[in-house]
């Protein structure tokens, strides 16, 4: 196997760091990501510092203007239910077409092993490990555009969603709520299946939209961002 380039794996870890304080909210939304303080951060130069801010800014964790450059998303409340209600209602048809597939038990059996296994770790990961569960299960609805509309939805409300993944009894909390969506779509209950979806998905963001809101209260006002 060939080594990785040094400066791939500088790359790889300042993105790495930079996705980490956002998520931790070590940044405060709307705060201004300069090249320049971002170096000084992450002691690095500003080529792998670029690098990270792309790949961040299409994930949905930066947003970007010509004439602003990089700052942490804002996240506002009303726009967030919003795209949760776009989700419940994503996730409820995928849900049906999922029970209605006749290959499901294989990729269930996976996700059930999966999540009844070792409990997940709290932390900024867990946010992707939940977000694989549940696109796993749209993609066994067999729709690859709600799968698509999905990920879009995902990547603009995960900077609340995180905050639901650092309370180990919340996680524990999910992980009943996944294997009892998995049950019922083991059985092919369609209905059942969707219904605990639905409350699972309403209850994360009541969870999920508190604890960012005790987090934003613990936020440092910064005059004029991070920059």
Known sequence: MRPVPPRTRIAE???????????RGAIPP?????????????????TPIR???????????????????????S???AETAEFYEIRMALEV???????ANPDR????????????????EAGEEAVFQDEAFHLALARLGGNAALVRVLESVNARIR???????FDRARIAEATQQHLGVLTALEDGDGDMAAALM???IRHSQRSASGAAERARRRFEVLDGGAA
């Not at 300069?34 to 992450?42: F, M, N, S, V």
């Not at 790949?55 to 990089?70: I, M, N, T």
Request: with cysteine; glycine share 4%; charged share 25%.
């Open 13 to 23: 870890q300042v993105y790495l760091e930079l996705r980490s304080d956002l998520l």
């Open 30 to 46: 709307g705060a201004r990501i300069t090249e320049q303080w971002a170096a000084e951060r992450y002691r690095v130069s500003r």
């Open 51 to 73: 690098e990270a801010c792309r790949r961040l800014s299409q994930e949905g964790l930066l947003s970007y203007a010509p004439s602003e450059g990089y700052r942490a998303p």
């Open 75 to 77: 996240v506002e409340p």
């Open 93 to 99: 048809v995928a849900i049906r077409n999922a029970a």
């Open 105 to 120: 038990l294989a990729e269930l059996a996976r996700l059930r092993a999966a999540w009844d296994g070792p409990p997940v």
């Open 159 to 165: 900077l609340i969603r995180v905050h639901d993944f």
């Open 198 to 200: 639905f409350a699972h």
